[in-house]
């Protein structure tokens, strides 16, 4: 299913976890695309706020999809905005992070709707 060199994602762990079967990686992919756009919603509406706490939540809410999904390159960038916002520094820095977070997620999360038949 993701063969393409241009994916963003690999599903290698996902697989670790729930076995090759298709039903079951569906599944995952339906409650990762449902919950992900929620918390980049409330990221996105923390960082408006400037609320580190929240923001500080959100991406430490994110770590374990990330890290499932094979969303290798948005792990660290994901965890600096979480060590950021925990030590309440360098807000602007932590604005422009959730900004390249939600443009790059969307477009993975996209590629996982297309390639899963998933509206």
């Given at each position: 299913m993701n063969d393409n060199p241009n994916k963003r994602y690999h599903l290698t762990r996902l697989y670790e976890y729930v076995g090759k079967e298709a039903g079951p990686v569906k599944e995952?992919?339906?409650?990762?695309?449902?919950?992900?756009?929620?918390?980049?919603?409330?990221?996105?509406e923390?960082?408006?706020?400037?609320?580190?706490?929240?923001?500080y939540k959100t991406a430490h809410m994110l770590k374990p999809s990330l890290h499932i999904f094979g969303i290798d390159d948005?792990?660290?960038?994901?965890?600096?905005?979480?060590?950021?916002?925990k030590k309440k520094e360098n807000f602007n820095a932590i604005y422009l992070l959730i900004a390249q977070?939600?443009?790059?997620?969307?477009?993975?999360?996209?590629?996982?709707?297309?390639?899963?038949d998933i509206q």
């Amino acid at each position: 299913m993701n063969d393409n060199p241009n994916k963003r994602y690999h599903l290698t762990r996902l697989y670790e976890y729930v076995g090759k079967e298709a039903g079951p990686v569906k599944e995952m992919v339906d409650i990762f695309l449902h919950s992900t756009p929620e918390i980049l919603d409330q990221m996105a509406e923390a960082a408006e706020n400037q609320d580190f706490e929240i923001i500080y939540k959100t991406a430490h809410m994110l770590k374990p999809s990330l890290h499932i999904f094979g969303i290798d390159d948005m792990y660290n960038p994901v965890r600096e905005i979480e060590l950021l916002a925990k030590k309440k520094e360098n807000f602007n820095a932590i604005y422009l992070l959730i900004a390249q977070l939600q443009l790059r997620m969307e477009f993975v999360i996209q590629q996982l709707r297309d390639d899963f038949d998933i509206q």
